[in-house]
T-cell receptor, first 113, second 111 residues
Framework: DGGITQSPKYLFRKEGQNVTLSCEQN?????MYWYRQDPGQGLRLIYY???????QKGDIAEGYSVSREKKESFPLTVTSAQKNPTAFYLC????????????FGSGTRLTVV | QKEVEQNSGPLSVPEGAIASLNCTYS??????FFWYRQYSGKSPELIMF????GDKEDGRFTAQLNKASQYVSLLIRDSQPSDSATYLC???????????FGQGTELSVKP
């Protein structure tokens, strides 16, 4: 089955730790995106990538980093510089053009303990 | 700064009624418009998309687009309790295929 796999589903981070959220897709989509959602709010774009080995910052990139070494994979690292990381993180894929919309993964819920 | 605005709600309608959800956007260069449904604790799922002015119907759902007034709406006919969710409006731009999302409208359908 084609789809997007995000792992883990729940993640707990201690103060000062870096953590990495995984996103893998087998839809053969060129573009991949990371969004953050806070309670009662919409989705805010963190980073996106249209092709392998290239990515761009979104609206709230500070404290996050990404890589795109393979078409199928777009991991997101939440660094210790991100002071308020508790949120629901969503990975999405698209065909790189505005008309197609996104397919979303099931999300990772990150909590700082 | 491209913006997408929605009433946050909650919007409460009785079962069987029509639910009307509205969205406005700031950039006239917007090219595509999407409605996503998000159940509590789950990821968004695409339910409608529209590109041209006018109405587009799919089952109980109708999307309406008015580019001159820069608004897009979603009508849900014969609302069911299972329609209770947050509805996210998203606007697409060719730059990177990015979507800009509104903050979502919470819909509650009462039996």
């Amino acid at each position: 089955d084609g789809g997007i796999t995000q792992s883990p589903k729940y993640l707990f981070r201690k103060e000062g730790q870096n953590v990495t959220l995984s996103c893998e897709q087998n839809l053969n989509h060129d573009a991949m995106y990371w969004y953050r959602q806070d309670p009662g709010q919409g989705l805010r774009l963190i980073y996106y990538s249209q092709i392998v080995n290239d990515f761009q910052k979104g609206d709230i990139a500070e404290g996050y980093s990404v890589s795109r070494e393979k078409k199928e994979s777009f991991p997101l690292t939440v660094t210790s510089a991100q002071k308020n990381p508790t949120a629901f993180y969503l990975c999405a894929t698209g065909q790189g053009a505005a008309g197609y919309g996104y397919t979303f993964g099931s999300g990772t819920r990150l909590t700082v303990v | 700064q491209k913006e997408v605005e929605q009433n946050s709600g909650p919007l409460s309608v009785p079962e069987g009624a029509i639910a009307s959800l509205n969205c406005t956007y700031s950039d006239r260069g917007s090219q595509s418009f999407f409605w996503y449904r998000q159940y509590s604790g789950k990821s968004p799922e695409l339910i409608m998309f529209i590109y041209s002015n006018g109405d587009k119907e799919d089952g109980r759902f109708t999307a309406q687009l008015n580019k001159a007034s820069q608004y897009v709406s979603l009508l849900i006919r014969d609302s069911q309790p299972s329609d209770s969710a947050t509805y996210l409006c998203a606007v697409g731009y060719n730059q990177g295929g990015k979507l800009i999302f509104g903050q979502g409208t919470e819909l509650s359908v009462k039996p």
